[in-house]
């Protein structure tokens, strides 16, 4: 079984430019969540889908920040314009129940914006 | 304000030897807890987890106990390996229509040969 995939890895850009991150999940699993780990601190939580509804957006930081799931399968989460502070590794996690069933991690994309 | 923290940012243990790693909460509405490893350049990685329910949970060489008046939670592994050597998180979640996790910061164990 294929797990949870991210793209790109990395992506470095300029402050006020534009980036799209991708998240691929587990085959069959609703439940599909973004994070993100700025340098130092821990990884915080920034939005929960459930197939192609947003559940729960309580942490994105901003409107910069929009994230969609159209037809319930993969992700893209887009900042737009990137500043500084945005820098910091965005992970995505998929879940078949989201009560039950553990949370499984992509490898992150680590976003660098100069 | 940190709901999960992780005291120790590092830990050194000697292979063969337990490893305990610390967590703890603030947060009363926390009623699932789990644990994850994380390799560099990887994501995290689940390793175990456990319900308010129970005070215990086991699984091969690593066991987690939680404390709720105490608002902790340990993870033991024994025998430690220098495979084991990650950076391990503690995370909770409420489950009551919020199912996102809150991690602590993260303690670093160096398992040694």
């Known amino acids: 079984e294929a797990g949870v995939t991210q793209f790109p890895s990395h992506s470095v850009i300029e402050k006020g430019q534009t980036v799209t991150l991708r998240c691929d999940p587990i085959?069959?699993?609703?439940?599909l969540y973004w994070y993100r780990r700025v340098m130092g601190k821990e990884i915080k939580f920034l939005l929960h889908?459930?197939?192609?509804?947003?559940?729960?957006e309580s942490g994105m930081p901003n409107n910069r920040f929009l994230a969609e799931r159209t037809g319930g399968t993969y992700s893209t989460l887009k900042v737009q314009p990137a500043e500084l502070e945005d820098s910091g590794v965005y992970f995505c996690?998929?879940?078949?129940?989201?009560?039950?069933?553990?949370?499984?991690f992509g490898p992150g994309t680590r976003l660098t914006v100069l | 304000d940190q709901q999960v923290k992780q005291n120790s940012p590092s830990l050194s243990v000697q292979e063969g030897r337990i490893s305990i790693l610390n967590c703890d909460y603030t947060?009363?509405?926390?009623?699932?807890f789990l644990w994850y490893k994380k390799y560099p350049a990887e994501g995290p990685t689940f390793l175990i987890s456990i319900s308010s329910i129970k005070d215990k949970n086991e699984d091969g060489r690593f066991t987690v106990f939680l404390n709720k008046s105490a608002k902790h939670l340990s993870l033991h592994i024994v025998p430690s390996q220098p495979g084991d050597s990650a950076v391990y998180f503690c995370?909770?979640?409420?489950?009551?229509?919020?199912?996102?996790?809150?991690f602590g910061k993260g303690t670093k164990l160096s398992v040694i040969p």
């Open positions: 085959s069959g699993h609703d439940n």
């Open positions: 995370a909770a979640s409420s489950g009551a229509g919020s199912y996102q996790l809150t």
């Open positions: 889908f459930v197939k192609e509804s947003k559940q729960d």
């Open positions: 947060n009363s509405m926390f009623d699932y």
């Open positions: 996690a998929s879940s078949q129940h989201p009560v039950t069933d553990t949370q499984y």
